[in-house]
């Protein structure tokens, strides 16, 4: 009887647990606008999309889009190979995203108040 009486007392006390685990990680989660990056490419995306954007002085009026910058900052994968992450005082970055139109890379400078888009390259 002793056994079942602790297993009660183990069940009540995981239950209880659980209800706050599940009630302090749903305020952390996403639906708040908070978002938990602990990978380089997240990490990096993330600050890059806290920054006011700029367009470089090369780039055409055509990629201007912040909608189409905005689509590499959330979903692109950054080639940590190709991009200059030790320079100053902007970092370079190589962004790349698959879309219906084939492959594109972005080159943009993460600066420290600002992120400069240099180039917008589409490959087929």
Known sequence: ??????LGWYLVGLSIGIVFLVFFL???SGENGIEFCYF????VL?????KPLHFGDD???TYHDTLLIQSFLREGNIDFGKS??????CKTYFINQNSEGGHM???AQNCLDKVIVQSVHIKN
């Open 1 to 6: 009887m002793a056994f079942l009486r602790r």
């Open 26 to 28: 749903k305020k952390k």
């Open 40 to 43: 380089p490419n997240c990490r």
């Open 46 to 50: 993330k600050d890059m999309r806290s």
């Open 59 to 61: 780039l055409p009026l």
């Open 84 to 89: 200059d992450t030790k320079s100053e005082p």
């Open 105 to 107: 890379e972005l080159v």
